[in-house]
């Protein structure tokens, strides 16, 4: 439905996401190659945000398979209804029926999960298909990956091969917090979602923020991108800055200053030993090399 990377950049824009042009670029050609799409980047820069934003664009659904450690194929595939086969297995007991008994391990007693929910050839058109932070699960479940990325189906033993009739819109994300196999990343476009400029930032905050003033949203991203600068554990990511220019508003502050920094720095450092560092010296130093105080 793009027949250039400014259409999928304006597509976005036009839904609240502020791209630049090498993730408009790589949206685009991973739709034009059906070729899944490999988003790595630091915690909340915008890498969830782009599958909802699809499947908004494309007006199909958004089918989520949220990765973490010990994810197995019970939840990310499929598995077997247990207790509607042991019904079935206990009534065919208890009727005392002649006729042979039904295949337990057939599709009435299937349940599907994400995965095979993505691949399923009844659909009318394609899903966007959202892997969330990949690098929390384990290694092997990569191994199962690589048949659905590269012919998207699924093969169930007991049954055969899930095909897809329209290929989904695969959207994998991972914050690297290890590094993922190169045998996967090879059959994905790949992008890196940095850190936004200020003035992209400061669209997206008035986007997602409206009700915060205009002259205290250009604060917030100036110190917000002055403190991503400083040694810390945890940059904060837009999101953060989102929430706390919100935060900000509801406390009714119409200037970025050294209390109200102090007082809301939870909003943006999520450890201690940030928020200790930064507190005081750092903030008043900060604030001063803006000209905010």
């Given amino acids: 439905m793009f027949d250039s990377t ?8 036009e839904h609240g996401y502020f791209a630049d042009a090498g993730l408009a670029t790589s949206l685009f050609l991973a739709l034009r190659m059906q070729k899944p799409v490999f988003l790595e980047g630091e915690p909340g820069v915008g890498k ?97 990956l690589l048949e659905l990325l590269a012919e998207f189906q699924i093969t169930v033993p007991e049954i055969g091969t899930f095909r897809a009739e329209h290929a989904p819109v ?25 850190y936004p400029s200020a003035d992209r930032e400061l669209a997206i905050i008035r986007e997602k923020a409206p009700a915060v003033a205009p002259k205290l949203a250009e604060q917030v991203v100036a110190f917000v991108q002055r403190l991503r600068d400083e040694d810390v554990y945890k940059r904060p990511g837009v999101a953060e800055s989102i929430d706390w220019a919100r935060a900000l508003a509801h406390l009714s502050v119409v200037r970025v200053d050294a209390e109200a920094v102090d007082r809301t720095l939870g909003l943006l450092l999520k450890y201690q030993d940030d928020v200790d560092r930064i507190r005081g010296r750092v903030t008043r130093e900060t604030l001063h090399e803006l000209e905010l105080e």
Wanted: proline share 5%; aromatic share 8%; glycine share 4%.
């Fill in 170 to 194: 695969v959207v994998i994300t991972s914050n690297r917090t290890r590094e993922i196999h190169d045998a996967l990343k090879r059959r994905c476009v790949y992008h890196w979602i940095d």
């Fill in 6 to 13: 400014e259409d999928v950049a304006r597509a976005l824009s």
């Fill in 48 to 144: 969830t945000e782009v599958a909802l934003v699809l499947a908004r664009i494309l007006d199909t659904e958004l089918i989520r398979l949220q990765c973490y450690e010990g994810l197995d194929l019970g939840n990310a595939v499929y598995e077997w209804n247990y207790p509607k086969q042991l019904l079935e297995i206990q009534s065919r007991a208890g009727s005392g029926a002649s006729e042979p008994p039904p295949d337990i391990f057939s599709e009435p007693y299937l349940l599907r999960r994400p995965l095979l929910r993505a691949v399923d050839a009844a659909r009318d058109r394609a899903p966007v298909l959202l892997i969330d932070e990949l690098d929390r699960a384990d290694e092997e479940f990569e191994s199962f």
